[in-house]
């Protein structure tokens, strides 16, 4: 028979679900960021699409497989999911909903989800189904496995970084031709991007270093002894990718995310 | 005990979701080619250009720009579209290759032509062959 759970005990697990509370409510705030015309007094580029709700449906020629009037509730119900979320109401449904009305949407284009919203999107899933909820919630769940719910989201901010690192281990990366194509594009710009980025050595050496830092800094943050250092080490990393690419949400996505590596 | 057992579903629950969302669909997008869902972003050198060539009830041949089709959509697309003239840096290509002959309709509608002919030209990465994907079609008229 097991010990009664004290009010203590309780307090304390729930508490320890803190930074995962902090990730749910950062990435569905995202979400809403992302999907809807809050930002639009910003006039940022990338958000030219998020009104009156991203992917909502347009007159003319559609590659939508889906009829118009199904693809908007499916952005309505995107948008309160991620509300329900954020607010810690029902949050395990409200994660799926984000989840699937999001990613069905994104389906509709035929260039699918871009990385910041099936990060947004996968995250959400995973935060909702987690114990993100028994904190920092207007209806908190009880802790229900707080162990396995911070691995889960260590190891998919891990595996983001691991992809992303493999996929670098490419001659046309490592010799730094794709950074000269994406400087030379303007994706990557400004001062530091330029200096960086001024000779083929130092584009090389550059690429090899990102493609050296994505494949280790998973494990880093995983392995408690270096899980300080490697924390800062990637704040700044996606800190500096804001200044000079600019990659949409997807550096403060990945930096809600890191926030599940708190102690 | 139901609380025990309770929490020994949702673990592995959690390890179904790890197994699933770090692993599976990563390495199913990889291995079809892909790789969109496999974090491969801002990492492609690939670049792709679009060419239309359409023919009217007259039987006049022009080129119509991809800029000019982009003013008919939205998006994305739109997005995609605008400047294709010449080669555009990004992976759009590889999406616009899978639904070339949608694209081929989007031109029909656009454009009022009895005939197009739609070329993509896709380099992988930077300094590769360029690849071709060409699609003709006539336009129906109600």
């Known amino acids: 028979m097991q010990a009664p759970v004290t009010n203590s005990v309780a307090t304390d697990r729930a508490l320890r679900q803190s930074p995962l509370g902090v990730a749910r409510v950062a990435v569905s705030a995202l979400v809403l960021l992302r999907t809807t015309p809050l930002l639009s007094p910003l006039h940022l580029l990338f958000l030219g699409d998020a009104s ?12 939508a497989w889906l009829p118009p009037g199904v693809v908007g509730a499916l952005c309505v119900l995107r948008t309160v999911g991620a509300a329900s979320l954020m607010l810690g109401l029902w949050a395990a449904p409200a994660g799926l909903l984000v989840a699937a009305s999001g990613l069905l949407v994104a389906a509709q284009s035929p260039f699918g989800a871009p990385a910041t919203l099936q990060l947004l999107y996968e995250a959400a899933a995973l935060l909702g189904l987690s114990d993100a909820s028994a904190v920092i919630a207007l209806r908190p769940t009880p802790p229900r496995s707080p162990r396995s719910s911070s691995s889960l989201l260590r190891v998919f901010v891990a595996s983001v970084y691991a992809w992303a690192g493999l996929f670098k281990w490419r001659p046309d990366w490592l010799d730094g031709r794709t950074l000269a194509v994406l400087h030379d594009s303007g994706a990557i710009h400004g001062a530091l991007a330029d200096w960086a980025l001024a000779t083929p050595s130092s584009r090389a050496f550059l690429a090899c270093g990102v493609a050296a830092f994505e494949s280790v800094i998973g494990p880093l943050l995983v392995w408690r002894r ?8 990637a704040f700044a990393f996606h800190l500096t990718l804001e200044v000079t690419a600019h990659p949409d949400l997807l550096g403060w996505g990945m930096m ?3 926030v599940c590596f708190l102690d | 005990m139901t609380g025990a057992g309770s929490g020994l579903g949702w673990a592995f629950l959690h390890r179904v979701l790890a197994v699933l969302v770090c692993v599976v669909i990563p390495a199913q997008s990889w291995l079809d080619g892909g790789g969109a869902r496999a974090w491969t972003m801002y990492a492609r050198s690939a670049s792709y250009r679009v060419r239309i060539v359409t023919v009217d009830e007259d039987g006049q041949t022009r080129w119509m720009s991809p800029s000019e089709l982009a003013a008919h959509s939205t998006g994305d697309l739109a997005s995609a579209l605008g400047g294709a003239e010449t080669f555009r840096v990004g992976p759009q ?3 616009l290759r899978a639904r070339v002959a949608t694209l081929a309709e989007f031109v029909c509608a656009s454009s009022h032509a009895d005939h197009v002919t739609l070329s993509l030209s896709i380099r992988e990465r930077a300094g590769a062959p360029i690849q071709e ?3 003709s079609r006539a336009c129906r008229r109600p």
């Open chain 1, 52 to 63: 009156p709700l991203l992917g909502w449906p347009e007159n003319g020629f559609s590659f």
């Open chain 1, 226 to 233: 270096t899980r300080r250092r490697a924390l800062v080490a």
């Open chain 1, 256 to 258: 809600a995310l890191l």
């Open chain 2, 93 to 95: 290509g590889f999406a």
């Open chain 2, 133 to 135: 994907t060409t699609t």
